[in-house]
């Protein structure tokens, strides 16, 4: 495998820091070209002065100027700052690879350039194709980008369909024939797997009482702040299932959650003869990065080795509608269309950003998002007579998914006490 140069968004975050982990155990196989992170100035320093890009980019303008005068790696990185820079850090012909790692909605138009620019993109970021994803796999069709999926859940599915993901994007590039295997053919049913957060075993009446640390102390994973606060309301499952639709094609009839506690199977699939294939592993996600980094080769890790006997018992059960109420509403929005998901996510974004800063209550979040669901469904209702904002009833460009989003935003502003 030829060297590969990486444009690595969102660097400093928990996809970043185990991606360059990823890296440091393959000397030679990878290069990174890029590294862009938000605001975090120390811990971008410390990469460059390890992994010596060629570009940095802070989005952060202050940020970015804070980082110059350190002069980290002797100057020999350009820094470089603001959207301006994710564009130029993805764009930039020497990258072979794109990891979208960055959390939100920020996300969205890097990578929809580094799609366009026909890029190998590795997506962890899932808003992207939350607010956008038939748009994503439509220009990756068109220009031959493929797309990878990182997050564990849908990478277990990848492995399992033997790397074939059929949402209509581009070859792998220097993969050659389709890798045998499993594949698509006879596909019935995706199962996604979801631990179910740290309140699993709480009855709806205690919910009242949730703390901010206990809803930040996932059982399982080790996440940033408001992906641990999404697994506790299942916001983020709902958010899978959304990314499962346009990363395999499937319509949301043929993808099931269940909840299994132990992290260990990873996601499902069900094929028309009554198979079904599972990934297991543990709960680790340098495994799905590095898959994705490999792709069409599987990567050797050194990592702790999934033993069953210790494990002694995988459990499975339904998910409760009443404890998990944010996991319908995005199924609901999925079925809505258009710009539904995109409105949904943004003001997810805004609760969830407003409750760890201690706004209000954990069992509020589910409240307000209902109520900004009820207005979605009401601007929607005139969408058949043109009534609807154009980029609410159908997103057709990034400019679009941005406004759907920024709508999600305010309505929830508006909703939140």
Known sequence: MAEKSLCLLGSTGSIGTNTL??????????????????????????????????????????????????????????????????????????????????????????????????????????????????????????????????????????????????????????AGAAPRGNGRAGLERIVLTASGGPFRDWPLERFGEITLDQALAHPNWKMGPKITIDSATMMNKGLEVIEARWLFGLPPSRIRVLIHRQSIVHSLVEFTDGSVIAQLGLPDMRTPIAYCLGYPERLALDLP?????????????????????????????????GGAPAALNGANEAVVGAYLKGAFAFAEIHRILSRVMGRLRGALAPRRDGGAPSWLGAVRSVDDAIAADRWGRDCAATEMP
Do not use: W
């Open 21 to 174: 982990d990823v890296v440091a155990r393959h000397p030679g196989r990878f290069r990174v070209h890029a590294l862009a992170a938000h605001g975090s100035v120390e811990a971008l320093a410390e990469q460059i002065e390890r992994y010596r890009p060629r570009l940095a980019v802070l989005y952060d303008e202050e940020a970015a100027e804070r980082l110059r005068a350190r002069r980290p790696g002797n100057g020999a990185t350009a820094i470089r700052a603001g959207m301006e820079g994710l564009l130029e850090a993805v764009g930039a012909p020497e990258v072979d690879q794109v990891v979208s790692g960055m959390v939100g909605a920020i996300g969205l138009r890097p990578t929809y350039a580094a799609i366009e620019g026909g890029k190998q993109v590795a997506i962890a970021n899932k808003e992207t194709l939350v607010l956008a994803g038939e748009l994503m796999v439509s220009k990756a069709a068109e220009t031959g980008s493929r797309l990878l999926p990182m997050d564990s859940e849908h990478n277990a599915v990848f492995q399992c369909l033997a790397g074939q993901i059929g949402n209509g994007s581009g070859p792998a590039p220097g």
């Open 305 to 337: 080795r999934l033993n069953l006997a210790e494990v002694g018992r995988l459990d499975f059960e339904d998910v409760s509608p009443d404890k998990y109420g944010c996991l319908y509403l995005a199924l609901e929005a999925l079925e809505l269309g």
